[in-house]
């Protein structure tokens, strides 16, 4: 099987078709095999419904007959090619998700986009740290509004000094997401344009700039 295409993201919408959470293709083929999800398709505006041998029947008649391969994935067994889905629906849950996105390194990571705050470049998930603007030893909190992505040089200069201190500046002001922050940068590659039809613009963009 193929790792990479195993650990894409795919979009969880519950029952109503409202967006929940994104899990690893890896994950989304156990909710489809365990048979708590289906697979949403959309072609030509149209949405779809597939259960997992229906998906893996229609996937199949595509790549025999050469369709959407602009941006399809495959995961491969020894006897067959299975389609990578983009969105799954489950088939009870019907929740929504918690209005607060959690705070945590990966979230904040995504909300800056990969992007110290302070000299704008863009850097691996590696070479990336939290900062806190004001530093905790001078009464700053662990919040959204005060903790952005720094990359090791420039939160070694900063130190333990607020940025004007520092003599820097940040690129924006931080702020918390209304939904998982992740999906912003998901969304820049074309083979994500399915889940624009489930997340309106207004769902998910930081509420502070």
């Known amino acids: 099987m193929a790792a990479g295409a195993l650990d894409a993201s795919v979009l969880v919408l519950n029952r109503s078709f409202a967006p929940v959470n994104l899990v690893t293709v890896r994950r989304a083929f156990g909710m489809l095999f ?9 072609e030509g505006g149209q949405v779809d419904l597939y259960d997992f ?6 996937g199949m008649a595509r790549r025999n007959n050469g369709g959407d391969q602009d941006h399809a994935e495959w995961v491969s067994t020894v006897s067959l090619h299975v389609q990578v889905p983009r969105i799954v629906r489950l088939m009870a849950y019907n929740r929504y998700p918690e209005s607060r996105v959690s705070l945590n390194r990966r979230n904040v990571l995504a909300r800056d986009e990969h992007r110290c705050q302070y000299c ?11 900062d806190h603007v004001v530093p905790l030893s001078r009464g700053g909190r662990t919040s959204w509004t005060n903790v952005v992505t720094a990359c090791r040089r420039c939160n070694r200069n900063k130190g333990w000094r607020t940025p004007q201190e520092a003599g820097m500046s940040l690129l924006r002001k931080p702020g918390e997401p209304r939904f998982d922050p992740l999906i912003r940068l998901k ?7 399915s889940w624009r ?6 769902y998910w963009p930081v509420t502070a700039e």
């Open 187 to 193: 969304l820049r590659h074309e083979k994500y344009d």
């Open 120 to 130: 704008g470049r863009t850097f691996g998930s590696h070479d990336l740290s939290m």
């Open 53 to 58: 041998p229906r998906w893996v029947t229609a």
């Open 197 to 202: 039809m489930f997340i309106s613009e207004s």
């Open 34 to 42: 365990s048979e708590c999800a289906e697979v949403v398709w959309i």
